[in-house]
Nanobody, 127 residues
Framework: QVQLVESGGGLVQAGDSLRLSCAIS????????VGWFRHAPGKEREFVSG?????????YGDSVKGRFTISSVNTKNTMVHLQMNLLKPKDAAVYYC???????????????????WGPGTQVTVTS
């Protein structure tokens, strides 16, 4: 059984940084494509960032480009970080990590293209 767990959320002020982590356990002999999504109250869930299964391609939502960085610490992408700098109040949301064994990146921004999800971690940014 594949399990994802996010960590690193918290309460920060605008301009501060946070690093979220996503740990994947269970089936770990194949590489995952991993994505980060966020969901704020009253809004639709939004794609934040993604990394291809081979780790060579990185993807970002327009609202976080230049401020957020996704990275993986191993070739299977079973520990993925999301470094968030220059946080803004509009970045406040529950952040979810998602994963799939699909190698294609054609639908990396589509939440329906992921098979496994973590419970989420809250990020709050005060002005």
């Amino acid at each position: 059984q594949v399990q994802l767990v996010e960590s690193g959320g918290g309460l920060v002020q605008a301009g501060d940084s946070l690093r979220l982590s996503c740990a994947i356990s269970g089936r770990t002999f194949d590489p995952y494509r991993v994505g980060w999504f966020r969901h704020a109250p009253g809004k639709e869930r939004e794609f934040v960032s993604g990394i291809s299964s081979d780790g060579r391609r990185l993807f970002y939502g327009d609202s976080v480009k230049g401020r957020f960085t996704i990275s993986s610490v191993n070739t299977k992408n079973t520990m993925v970080h999301l470094q968030m700098n220059l946080l803004k109040p509009k970045d406040a949301a529950v952040y979810y990590c998602a994963a799939t064994l699909t190698q294609s990146v054609a639908d990396v921004r589509n939440e329906k293209a992921y098979d496994y999800w973590g419970p989420g971690t809250q990020v709050t940014v005060t002005s």
